[in-house]
T-cell receptor
């Protein structure tokens, strides 16, 4: 158990639904991330939060809305998604958001992922 | 921004043989290069990393080499075992960066 848990593990939703993905880390880390993993594509960084402040937003469509109420919890709110948004959404945490040269080791601890299917 | 290319996309080796996966990166400012292993249906996990102040790092059967001049780094697995079968991702990040740029992954199959 890496200490990063994601719920739900599987989610099927229609294009007009609103749903949320939840991530919780029990490692005392300061940074949390959302990554998208699609077949035959690199892991794509969506958002980074460091000490509850969003520090990266990689041109993600507004139908994805992150929320970080505290350093242990991260949400991804989903609204009016498209079928091409179907993917595995991975949450991760790290000791320090600055992966190279920061206070931490740079290691990302991933959750098991939430498999999203948009019909 | 950074771009990481990874080759090959699939690799099959006989048990006991060595496997080599290669990555190139575009941003000369990158100085942190981790490798992640993702078994089928599991989460990615860090297996080894290297920083730009060293050229090689070993951990038992796994080694990583870095050539900063050529902007490429490689993962070497010796004496492969069936449990090494997984998808391996290389990645790169610059000093102070919050962003890790990943390669597309290599699916390694170790044939018993």
């Amino acid at each position: 158990e890496t200490g990063v848990t994601q719920t739900p593990r599987h989610l099927v939703m229609g294009m007009t639904n609103k749903k949320s993905l939840k991530c919780e880390q029990h490692l005392g880390h300061n940074a949390m991330y959302w990554y998208k993993q699609s077949a035959k594509k690199p892991l794509e960084l969506m958002f980074v939060y460091s000490l509850e402040e969003r520090v990266e937003n990689n041109s993600v469509p507004s139908r994805f809305s992150p929320e970080c109420p505290n350093s242990s919890h991260l949400f991804l709110h989903l609204h009016t998604l498209q079928p091409e948004d179907s993917a595995l959404y991975l949450c991760a945490s790290s000791q320090d958001g600055r992966l190279a040269g920061g206070a931490g080791t740079g290691e990302l601890f991933f959750g098991e992922g939430s498999r999203l299917t948009v019909l | 921004g950074e771009n990481v290319e990874q080759h090959p996309s699939t690799l099959s080796v006989q048990e006991g043989d060595s496997a080599v996966i290669k990555c190139t990166y575009s941003d000369s400012a990158s100085n942190y290069f981790p490798w992640y292993k993702q078994e089928l249906g599991k989460r990615p996990q860090l297996i080894i990393d290297i920083r730009s102040n060293v050229g090689e790092k070993k951990d038992q059967r796994i080694a990583v080499t870095l050539n900063k001049t050529a902007k490429h780094f490689s993962l070497h697995i010796t004496e492969t075992q069936p449990e090494d079968s997984a998808v391996y991702f290389c990645a790169a990040a610059g000093a102070g960066s919050y962003q890790l740029t990943f390669g597309k992954g290599t699916k390694l199959s170790v044939i018993p």
